[in-house]
Structure formats: C-alpha cells, structure tokens
C-alpha cells in the first residue's frame, strides 16, 4: 500500500539531483511533475515542501518545490497509481518500466520506489 508523504513542522530543504538530459528538458519545460527514484534514505528524507534543484551537465539547473512524495513497495505499484503522463509525456507504463529499469538495478527497486510530485519554480529574478 502507498504511503504519503505530508507537511511536517520542520524547515524545508534543498535537495541537488542530477537527471539525464531528455529528462531534464522535460521538467524545464513543466510537462514532467512526478519525478521517480528509488527509496535510499536520502530520498526518502524528501518531504513535501522540500525544494529540488535539478541538474545536467547540457543545460542550466531547473528548480522545483516538491508538492507530494509517496512511497511504492516497487515501480509496478507506482505505475499502477500514477499517471504515466506525469512521469514521461507520451510514453506507455510499459515503456517507463523498461527505462526505471535500465537505471535502476533489482536491489536498489527492493528499496521501494518514490513518486515526488513537483511544481517548477520560476527561475530567481523572474517572478513567471
């Protein structure tokens, strides 16, 4: 069963994760607004609030607030619930597996799988 992350009284963090660049491009143009990562403790330290600054080595750095987190025992059971859309426009549920997988190896998946709801900021100095 999936469990969500909520506001917590505690004060926001700043996450840095790197992404490939067609998924980068994606969440710089606000189309991408679920992010999927195993749940290595650092990860599953995200809270609702936190703020994710998004990195490649091919474009400028691409800032989000993280709206919702939640927990997966695996993908399979994260794709049954999120909308495939938000993770990678145009692409099937099977056709996303098939990429977790490829980055992903079975131990890390053991882990469980996150679902981080994002929202992009603005960049800094630009209020739209």
């Not at 067609?22 to 969440?27: G, K, P, R, W």
């Not at 474009?59 to 938000?86: G, K, M, N, S």
């Not at 549920?93 to 490829?102: E, K, N, Q, S, Y």
Request: glycine share 6%.
């Amino acid at each position: 069963m999936p469990t969500t992350g909520t506001a917590a009284d505690r004060r926001s963090a700043q996450q840095t994760l790197h992404l490939r660049p067609e998924y980068h491009a994606l969440v710089a143009a606000g189309v991408k607004t679920i992010e999927v990562r195993t749940a290595s403790p650092a990860k599953a330290a995200i809270r609702p609030g936190d703020t994710i600054t998004f990195h490649t080595e091919e474009a400028a750095p691409a800032t989000c607030r993280v709206v919702r987190i939640t927990r997966y025992p695996d993908f399979v059971a994260l794709l049954d619930h999120e909308q495939a859309a938000a993770i990678n426009p145009g692409t099937t549920p099977h056709g996303i597996l098939t990429a977790l997988r490829a980055i992903y190896p079975p131990e890390k998946e053991t882990r469980g799988a996150l679902a981080i709801e994002i929202q992009l900021l603005p960049p800094i100095g630009r209020p739209w």
